[in-house]
């Protein structure tokens, strides 16, 4: 179906505020209608705790409940469908590798991570740090963000890398590493690599199976989906060797006095009640995005992110951050105003409705690279239109002359 973007917008109930500019996508997405009825109804009429009952509305929540494992599979096309595991979030997902499958590894042992990524990518490898004495090394960016390929080559020389954890799509820069080179470049020297696509899984097709990638994770929420539910893809052979994450039900095959042995995967990492109506959300979602073709939605957020550039680029004092080609761009772009604490600037926009995002973005490495403290960042979904981003023009305008 191609995009008629008023009649997308109806589909969001929220969007019906007309004192709003919802520019924010990229920290969390707005659900249509479809995503809220599915959940709805799942509690008004088959809500029950999946897996654990014989009586019908457990049969019908666990049906529910794999059904949304299986519309994930196919969204990732995963070639199993015990390689999807539900988490909450995709930060819990990432620290859900770097708990388990991470405890394995040695004091020579590195982790690499890029210059690119949110502390969700960060944390969870420097508190693996401190649990096997492993290391975390930076694969470096140039000034627009683009990943030094030398820099990867260089950590994977030293043949200790053992993961490499990178983002498939910056949330502050909108640029997209090379994921088919960087996933060959690892492999061949030995490293597995995880993606965090949280940002990636709204703004374009995953393959898992063509990427050969070994983890990715991505959360509901940023894809039109519920808050509460995130997923780790993992390739199986790799799950089946991972150690549980949390302990509780359902993660069990026997629980016995003096001690347990844990369920198969995907089970094994699903510890006690889940977030089932979540799911049931998720699949919602999915199942929306896929009545529009990629190759519309992409174009659609390209032209909002070329008229973005231009309005930024046409006012005084504002620097954009990032690839100079708008075409390198997905999602979201980020730029600094003269004069103005990014703070101050989202403050002013947000009296006038316009919900955009300031400061790190939880990517405080990278701030320090580009050598700034904060940025403001203008991120686009599927239902945003052109005369929203032209409201951005005079309301920084406006505000640039306040602080002048
Ligand atoms: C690139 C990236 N990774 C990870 C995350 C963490 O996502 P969540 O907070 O949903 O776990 C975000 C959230 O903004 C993100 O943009």
Not at 220 to 226: A, M, R, S, T, V
Not at 247 to 275: H, N
Request: with cysteine; net charge negative.
């Amino acid at each position: 179906m191609a995009l008629t973007i008023p009649a997308i917008r109806r589909q969001f109930p929220l969007l019906a505020r007309e004192d709003l500019t919802y520019l924010d996508t990229a920290a969390t997405a707005q659900k249509p209608q479809a995503v809220l009825d599915a959940m709805r109804e799942f509690y008004e009429r088959s809500y029950a705790n999946p897996h654990r009952g014989m009586h019908i509305l457990a049969e019908e929540a666990t049906v529910a409940f794999e059904d949304a494992r299986k519309s994930v599979q196919r969204f990732l096309n995963a070639e199993h469908l015990e390689e999807i595991v539900f988490t909450k979030n995709c930060t819990e997902a990432i620290n859900l590798v770097a708990r388990s499958w991470g405890s394995q590894l040695k004091k020579k042992d590195a982790i690499a991570v890029s210059l690119l990524e949110h502390h969700s990518n960060i944390v969870p490898w420097f508190q693996c740090r401190e649990q096997t004495g492993a290391q975390v090394a930076w694969i470096e960016i140039d000034d627009e963000g683009h990943i030094l390929l030398d820099s990867l080559d260089r950590l994977l020389a030293k043949g200790d890398v053992k993961l490499v954890a990178i983002t498939a799509l910056s949330n502050v820069l909108g640029v997209r590493p090379p994921l088919e080179e960087i996933i060959c470049r690892a492999h061949a020297a030995g490293a597995l690599v995880l993606l965090d696509a949280a940002q990636a899984a709204g703004h374009g097709p995953i393959d898992v199976q063509k990427l050969d990638c070994d983890f990715l994770a991505f959360s509901g929420h940023k894809i039109y989906g519920p808050t509460g539910i995130g997923v780790l893809y993992a390739k199986r052979e790799i799950l089946e060797a991972m150690p549980p994450f949390l302990g509780g039900g359902k993660m069990i095959r026997e629980v016995r006095e003096d001690g347990f042995s844990p369920a198969d995967i995907p089970l094994r990492f699903e510890a006690g009640t889940q977030p089932v109506a979540e799911a049931i959300g998720l699949r919602a979602a999915i199942e929306w995005g896929e009545q529009f073709t990629w190759k519309d939605r992409i174009a659609h957020e390209r032209e909002l992110l070329k008229r973005a550039t231009s309005v930024l680029s046409g006012i005084d004092g504002v620097s954009l951050l990032g690839p100079r080609s708008v075409d390198e761009r997905s999602s979201c772009i980020s730029f600094t105003v003269e004069g103005i604490h990014p703070h101050d600037l989202t403050d002013i926009l947000g009296r006038k409705g316009i919900c955009m995002r300031a400061g790190h973005h939880c990517t405080q490495p990278l701030h320090r690279r580009l050598g700034i403290i904060a940025s403001t960042r203008l991120s686009v979904g599927i239902y945003n239109t052109l005369e929203e981003i032209d409201r951005v023009g005079p309301a920084i305008t406006d505000a640039r002359a306040r602080f002048a």
